[in-house]
């Protein structure tokens, strides 16, 4: 069992900066992938972006590239996500999730936090 719990959404304005972060709990930390997705009121829940066990690789969609940072610290147990230049279209629910019974496959879920951004 792993527990997560973000943090750090809020209101900014467009070209703004916000950073998330994600507590997790139960299972080693340094044993499982994670991920951030987002939902958009009225849109599908979409991939954001991931990170290995030790972090040495990480993935982004392509509409958030070049402007969000995922990164994690295992000694805190706690996943980030640095977002910059930041969009209305940015707008959404984030959560973070993790890979705890394989590779590829998230199974435990946030309970997620809202991040709003204005024109």
């Known amino acids: 069992q792993v527990q997560l719990a973000e943090s750090g959404g809020g209101l900014v304005q467009a070209g703004g900066s916000l950073r998330l972060s994600c507590a997790a709990s139960g299972r080693t930390f340094r044993s499982y992938g994670l991920g951030w997705f987002r939902q958009a009121p009225g849109k599908e829940r979409e991939w954001v972006a991931s990170?290995?066990?030790?972090?040495?690789?990480?993935y982004y969609a392509r509409s958030v590239k070049g402007r969000f940072t995922i990164s994690r610290d295992n000694a805190k147990n706690t996943l980030f996500l640095q977002m910059n230049s930041l969009k209305p279209e940015d707008t959404a629910v984030y959560y973070c999730?993790?890979?705890?019974?394989?590779?590829?496959?998230?199974?435990?879920w946030g309970q997620g936090t809202q991040v709003t951004v204005s024109s």
């Open positions: 999730a993790s890979q705890v019974t394989r590779p590829g496959e998230y199974d435990y």
């Open positions: 990170i290995t066990r030790t972090g040495d690789n990480t």
